[in-house]
Every structure is written in C-alpha cells, then in structure tokens.
C-alpha cells in the first residue's frame, strides 16, 4: 500500500530565515505530486505540481519554490520566510489525470 | 475558478441530516469530496465522474446531476464524528490538479 509522509510536522522560524519541507512517497512509482497550502480558517491553495522528477509547474506567484530531485520526493523551499508564509503546508499525491489526491499529515508553519 | 459550496457552515445534533452542496458555471469533468478534522489532513471521502451518478460509503453519500454542474453530499443521520470542513474538489482538468471549493464547516452535538 502507499504511505504519504510529511516533515517536519510543526516548525516556528523566524522572518528572514530559510525554509525546506520534504515530502515523500512510498509504495508507487512516478506519482504526481503536490504543494498546497492551508491559511488558518481558510481552504486549499494550490502552490506547485509535478508530474515527473525535475518538472515543477507553479500556480501562484509567491515567495516559495518547488523541486523534485527524486521520483519519490518533493521539497518545498524559501530563501527568505515572510509573515505571510505561515499556515499549513499539505503534500499530495496520485497516478493520474482522474486518480483522487491522498494528502499527507502535513506541516504547521508559524513565521514569527 | 473554483467550485462554489454551501451553506458555508451547518450545526447538527445527532441524528440528523444534512445535504452540502458543490456548483459550478460550467460542466465538471468529475467531483472529489473531502472531510478535514480540525488541524489533520483532509481525508478522501468518494469521487464521482459521471452525469447521473450516485455513490454512497455507510451513511455518507452524494451525488452528481446529469449536466455534471452540481454535486451534493448527503449525510445522513449525523454523528459526532462528522463534524469537520467538508471540501468538494473539481478534477480532471490536467496533470490531476483538483481546484477546491471553499469548504462547509459542519458541527455536530450531542
């Protein structure tokens, strides 16, 4: 069976700091993969997508970025954190076009 | 654009029924339903891809009209544990993405 994991699951960093989420995928092979984001109270933005290592495609302009340096694994990156960054950070996966997505636990951001 | 959901919040007691609804301007090539509990994931409940299509899972479920605009979750004879932001997603429009409703806040008590 697939198992989805997340980490780390609860992070605090200060403004300015850099920031790497990881992501990972067991139990299939060549998933799409997913980034979305979770305001506190609000619904599921979606941040990046990929369909295959090294293809990363946005749907936001913001201050984060995406890669793929793995079938299996998707990182999600910053430079430099904004106060805006905080929320919840859920990582997605499926096999294709009409596959339903299966999240993972997710990770808490606060940017201080 | 993203699939419009309501009512935006519905509180329940035990037992009884609620209907959430998902409507779009133009046809959905299919409708993914999520539950999220407070602070987890959201949680896959069924799909539905065809016009017509009705799908259940125990007490939970929905269905999908002919012209494939609208899809509604039925749940019936609330629990305690349904409570949570219930989320339709339309799929299918490329690579899998799912764009989200904004989400139906249901609260059941006692």
């Known amino acids: 069976s697939q198992t989805i994991h997340q980490w780390p699951a609860t992070l605090v960093q200060p403004v300015g700091s850099p920031l790497s989420l990881e992501c990972t995928v067991e139990?299939?092979?060549?998933?799409?993969l997913y980034w979305y984001r979770q305001a506190a109270g609000r619904g599921l933005q979606l941040l990046f997508y990929s369909v295959g290592i090294g293809q990363i495609s946005s749907e936001v302009p913001q201050n984060l970025s995406a890669s793929r340096p793995q079938d299996r694994q998707f990182i999600l990156s910053s430079k430099k954190l904004l106060l805006s960054d905080s929320g919840f950070y859920l990582c997605?996966?499926?096999?294709?076009?009409?596959?339903?997505?299966?999240f993972g636990p997710g990770t808490r951001l606060t940017v201080l | 654009q993203q699939p419009v959901q309501s009512p935006q919040a519905v509180i329940l007691r035990e037992g009884e029924d609620a209907v959430i609804n998902c409507s779009s301007s133009?046809?959905?090539?299919?409708v993914h339903w999520y539950r999220q509990k407070h602070g987890e994931a959201p949680v896959f409940l069924m799909i539905?891809?065809?016009?017509?299509e009705q799908k259940g899972h125990e007490k939970i479920s929905a269905s999908f009209n002919e012209k494939k605009q609208q899809s509604s979750l039925y749940l019936t004879a609330s629990q305690l544990s349904y409570s949570g932001t219930y989320f339709c997603?339309?799929?299918?429009?490329?690579?899998?993405?799912?764009?989200f409703g904004q989400g139906t806040i249901l609260t059941v008590h006692p």
């Open positions: 997603g339309e799929g299918g429009t490329s690579y899998g993405k799912l764009t």
């Open positions: 133009k046809a959905l090539y299919s």
């Open positions: 997605a996966w499926n096999r294709g076009n009409t596959d339903t997505q299966y």
């Open positions: 539905l891809l065809k016009g017509g």
């Open positions: 139990g299939t092979s060549n998933p799409n």
